[in-house]
């Protein structure tokens, strides 16, 4: 079945505890990208990569890394986090990063920070 | 002004009806849109794309877009309570290489 597959699905942490947020697709995608979502503000994109090693800022990408060390993985580290980013997020991949690809979504990682 | 505006709902339609969802967005180069819909708590599902102006139709659903009028609307036929979700709009942006959305419309659709 193709997916786009995150894990885990919902994290409790302390504030400047590094965590990672795992993502995975089996679609042979280039492009991945995370996206966060508050209420009222819609789906924001955090970063995003277009094929390995090439990753670049959204519109939201302070206190947030990421690596595409390997095609199908793109990991969402946040080294040191704040309650500010307690936030629904997700993972996404599309063919090919164009704009005209539809995104496939990951089912979400639910993130509380204390 | 945001660059993708929804009515943010809810829209409450009967059971049967059609539900008309709208979009405006702000970029009168944007080139394609998409509808997603979400249910509470999900993630957000494809519904459908348009790339040209006009009508495009898949099954109950209908997607129309004006580029001179800068809106894109989503029509659903026969509304089922198993459409109630939340309906997200957004266009796509080449530079940086993503999506953008609008905050999303609540549908209602009442037994």
């Known amino acids: 079945e193709a997916q786009v597959t995150q894990n885990p699905r919902y994290l409790i942490t302390v504030t400047g505890k590094k965590l990672t947020v795992t993502c995975s697709q089996n679609?042979?995608?280039?492009?991945m990208s995370w996206y966060r979502q508050d209420p009222g503000l819609g789906l924001r994109q955090i970063y995003y990569?277009?094929?390995?090693?090439?990753?670049d800022k959204g519109d939201v990408p302070e206190g947030y890394k990421v690596s595409r060390k390997e095609k199908r993985n793109f990991p969402l580290i946040l080294e040191s986090p704040s309650p500010n980013q307690t936030s629904l997020y997700f993972c996404?991949?599309?063919?090919?990063?164009?704009?005209?690809?539809?995104?496939?979504f990951g089912n979400g990682t639910r993130l509380t920070v204390t | 002004q945001k660059e993708v505006e929804q009515n943010s709902g809810p829209l409450s339609v009967p059971e049967g009806a059609i539900a008309s969802l709208n979009c405006t967005y702000s970029d009168r180069g944007s080139q394609s849109f998409f509808w997603y819909r979400q249910y509470s708590g999900k993630s957000p599902e494809l519904i459908m794309f348009?790339?040209?102006?006009g009508d495009k139709e898949d099954g109950r659903f209908t997607a129309q877009l004006n580029k001179a009028s800068q809106y894109v609307s989503l029509l659903i036929r026969d509304s089922q309570p198993s459409d109630s979700a939340t309906y997200l709009c957004?266009?796509?942006?080449?530079?940086?290489?993503?999506?953008?959305f609008g905050a999303g419309t609540i549908l209602r659709v009442k037994s």
């Open positions: 348009i790339y040209s102006n």
């Open positions: 679609m042979n995608h280039e492009y």
């Open positions: 990569s277009m094929n390995v090693e090439v990753t």
């Open positions: 996404a991949s599309s063919f090919k990063g164009t704009g005209f690809s539809p995104l496939h």
């Open positions: 957004a266009l796509g942006v080449e530079y940086g290489n993503k999506l953008v």
